[in-house]
């Protein structure tokens, strides 16, 4: 059963920064789309980025164009463990954010600029910016 823990979100200024932590267990396949999502009070689920990976190997990470420049999208195999670095945060910013991984190319998920959802999910970690 595959199984992801968030951790690292919190309250922070406008200006600020986090990084989140999505630890992953459970899954027993080399290769992944992994990425985060977004949920903001009142709307939809966004995705926010992803990155492919395979026996070590990272593709190019993918960002939604609000987040270009501002987050940054890593894993780290040894530690099975995927991180979403976010600075210059903006009250938009605010939601829960969720990661997420599939065993599929990353590219077959994107259409248009938005992101489909991934089969599993964590259950989420609060990121709140105050401006």
């Known amino acids: 059963q595959v199984q992801l823990q968030e951790s690292g979100g919190g309250s922070v200024q406008a200006g600020g920064s986090l990084r989140l932590s999505c630890v992953v267990s459970?899954?027993?396949?080399?290769?992944?789309?992994m990425g985060w999502f977004r949920q903001a009070p009142g709307k939809e689920r966004e995705g926010v980025a992803t990155i492919y990976v395979d026996s070590g190997y990272s593709g190019i990470p993918v960002y939604i164009d609000s987040v270009k420049g501002r987050f940054t999208i890593s894993q780290d195999g040894a530690k099975n463990t995927l991180y979403l670095q976010m600075k210059s945060l903006k009250p938009e910013d605010t939601a829960m954010y969720y990661c997420a991984i599939e065993r599929r190319l990353c590219s077959t998920l994107w259409n248009g600029g938005s992101l489909a959802p991934l089969g599993n999910w964590g259950q989420g970690t609060q990121v709140t910016v105050s401006s």
């Open positions: 459970g899954y027993t396949y080399s290769a992944a789309c």
